[in-house]
């Protein structure tokens, strides 16, 4: 019930007051958690696919700026979301680059109510070259002008597109994506063999082994490393929250 009630409120935001505002909607994904089990992410400049509209950046002149806090964020959760049967509620967050999924399970920090956390990011980028330079790198974040299918915009993706692909074509759901649009796709239970196509398994694999080795080294890698500094809030004597 907690999980279809967590499925159905995909137009929620739990978070109460966003600084700046949002000009634009949170991106929605599902992570499996178990056969049985999911996460519910909500992502802000999120960009796994490439598509033909312009990504609009927040520029913001270091010259003028005179502040310390580019987005502060205050998180409420409904009381059906938090209901937990085998453990107590839990919330993560994680800060990744805009192209790449992650698991903010495993790679992000639990965070406990009544807390406040401030965190410093830095923002460092590499840069290749693409052919005929020694480095080859593939330009997966080059705007296309006719795109009708599904493009990565990082190695990392293309490489999950492939595996999802194949996983789809074996055994009819998909173990390939960390961060799914939908959770329809999703895998309850294990599998041995590919008998979900009319390909044998070597066929398939071989198809995924194709794919994976058009995965090039991406021309930009950008990196965020971080810290983070975790403050306890006062207690309010009236209402007795923090």
């Known amino acids: 019930m907690s999980q279809q009630l967590l499925l159905n409120r995909t137009d929620d935001f739990p978070l109460t007051m966003i600084h700046p505002p949002r000009r634009r909607a949170p991106v929605?994904?599902?992570?499996?958690?178990?056969?049985?089990?999911?996460?519910?992410?909500?992502?802000?400049?999120?960009?796994?696919y490439r598509n033909k509209i312009n990504n609009r950046v927040r520029k913001i002149?270091?010259?003028?700026?005179?502040?310390?806090?580019?987005?502060?964020?205050?998180?409420?959760?409904?009381?059906?979301?938090?209901?937990?049967?085998?453990?107590?509620?839990?919330?993560?967050?994680?800060?990744?680059?805009p192209f790449n999924p992650i698991n903010p399970v495993f790679e992000g920090h639990a965070i406990k109510s009544g807390f406040t956390?401030?965190?410093?990011?830095?923002?460092?980028?590499?840069?290749?070259?693409?052919?005929?330079?020694?480095?080859n790198c593939t330009n997966y974040t080059a705007k296309e002008e006719n795109l009708n299918e599904t493009k990565p915009r990082s190695q990392e993706m293309c490489k999950e597109l492939c595996r999802s692909e194949f996983f789809q074509q074996c055994i009819g759901c998909d173990l390939g994506l960390t961060m799914s649009p939908a959770v329809h796709s999703f895998c309850h239970q294990s599998h041995r063999g590919c008998k979900n196509s009319s390909k044998t398994e070597q066929e398939l694999l071989d198809a995924r082994r194709t794919c994976l080795m058009g995965c090039g080294t991406d021309c930009l890698k950008l990196k965020y490393p971080y810290t983070v500094v975790e403050t306890e809030n006062e207690r309010n004597m009236e209402t007795g929250l923090k």
Do not use: M
């Open 28 to 48: 929605v994904s599902f992570i499996q958690e178990g056969w049985d089990g999911f996460v519910k992410c909500f992502s802000e400049n999120l960009h796994l």
């Open 117 to 135: 956390y401030v965190v410093d990011v830095k923002l460092e980028e590499d840069r290749l070259l693409p052919h005929p330079y020694p480095t």
């Open 61 to 97: 002149d270091l010259d003028t700026f005179t502040g310390f806090e580019l987005y502060r964020y205050n998180l409420s959760l409904h009381d059906e979301e938090s209901f937990v049967p085998w453990g107590r509620p839990q919330v993560f967050f994680a800060l990744h680059p």
